[in-house]
């Protein structure tokens, strides 16, 4: 028996040590980050974005690289694909690997705000990007003007289909800029309502911004109105795009008017063929740019520089936060020279390829 028990302690004190050991090689590692960062001198920045799956996150991931290279400090880039839980759990990594400034563009805008504590805590400020992290001591906001793309997106669409019935197609309801675009489309919309001009026959959200539902929610549009309708107001490209293939299927593509947004190049595509009405424009390398100006200014320690920066607030249910707002711009097929070809935003073999040689506006 006691030659058991000796053997027991024997193996209770040799996973003691081991879990000892485990438990210091991890604390080990946290100190080897935070020293690395501290040896080689650098700013290190943590991005975090909700999900690369649409071209303009691809795009200004690569920006933000590009602006880190140019200004000699480290970004830290995190995606969670969607999963608003898995991005919380990467910001809270990234914190603990050692950042001196959280950007973030949040996948879900309410259960984001928990990681902004976690933040405060390790001392780092958190700048929400063009998405609003909600429900907490949010230090800045840096978005385009939301409720105006919005108000573009509907106008394009009344000024051409003053009358007649809409399909009303929302953003993702988990996204706080969702819900600032709804507000801009009702300024434009709703006097026409009450006035009886335009009719809504459907208005639903499209989670997570899918083409998916989008294209299932049209279809359903246009089965309770029997096809008769004049317009699709999207909040997005994406959601356009599932829109027009609905249309398409109804040979009504290019015959009924559809907004859009981000002037992403399938949307800017469908702008120069017929098919959708318009996009936003919203010039991507600004926004980034600003973003990473008021971020490294914040590493720096330079707070007068970050306010210098702001021109608006944005209330996140707990506080006005200090907000940077970027300008945004109707894209049309009678614009699309002067804007998105010359901004170089779109290549414009690219955005014509679907359209023939002989239509192809003059350089």
């Not at 006691?2 to 000892?20: D, E, G, Y």
């Not at 294209?215 to 994406?238: F, I, P, Q, R, Y």
């Not at 008021?294 to 021109?311: F, H, P, Q, R, T």
Request: proline content about 2%; overall charge negative; glycine content about 8%.
């Amino acid at each position: 028996m006691k030659k058991n028990l000796s053997i027991l302690s024997s193996i209770f004190l040799a996973s003691s040590v081991l879990m000892a050991g485990c438990i210091k090689s991890e604390e080990d590692m946290a100190a080897s980050n935070k020293a690395t960062k501290e040896d080689d001198g650098k700013t290190v920045i943590g991005f975090s974005v909700g999900t690369t799956k649409e071209e303009r996150w691809q795009r200004e991931v690569e920006m933000a690289k590009d602006f880190a290279k140019k200004n000699d400090f480290d970004l830290m880039v995190q995606s969670a694909e969607e999963d608003a839980s898995k991005q919380v759990k990467q910001v809270e990594d990234m914190i603990t690997k050692g950042i001196d400034v959280l950007l973030i563009s949040a996948q879900d805008s309410e259960s984001a705000g928990t990681v902004i504590d976690v933040a405060h805590e390790a001392g780092v400020p958190v700048i929400a990007y063009d998405r609003l992290v909600r429900n907490g001591d949010l230090d800045y906001y840096v978005t385009f003007d939301t409720f105006k793309v919005g108000q573009l997106q509907a106008q394009s669409l009344v000024e051409k289909y003053p009358k007649g019935k809409y399909i009303w197609l929302l953003g993702g309801p988990e996204d706080f800029n969702a819900h600032l675009i709804k507000k801009g489309h009702e300024s434009i919309l709703n006097p026409l309502i009450k006035k009886g001009d335009i009719k809504i026959v459907a208005q639903q959200w499209a989670k997570g911004w899918s083409p998916e539902e989008a294209l299932k929610h049209t279809e359903n549009g246009l089965t309770a109105a029997d096809n008769d309708v004049v317009a699709v107001l999207a909040s997005n490209d994406g959601t356009a795009g599932g829109a027009v293939q609905a249309l398409a299927a109804q040979g009504l593509a290019g015959k009924v008017g559809v907004s859009g947004q981000d002037a992403a190049l399938e949307g800017v595509q469908r702008v120069a063929e017929g098919t959708q009405t318009s996009t936003v424009y919203k010039p991507l390398k600004e926004l980034n740019t600003v973003a990473m100006k008021l971020a490294l200014s914040l590493a720096e320690g330079d707070e007068e520089a970050a306010k210098a920066k702001v021109n608006g607030k944005t209330d996140n249910g707990t506080k006005e936060v200090p907000s940077v707002l970027i300008d945004v711009q109707t894209i049309t097929k009678e614009n699309m020279m002067d804007t998105i070809i010359k901004d170089e935003f779109h290549k414009m073999d690219d955005v014509y390829k679907n359209v023939p040689k002989s239509e192809w506006p003059k350089q």
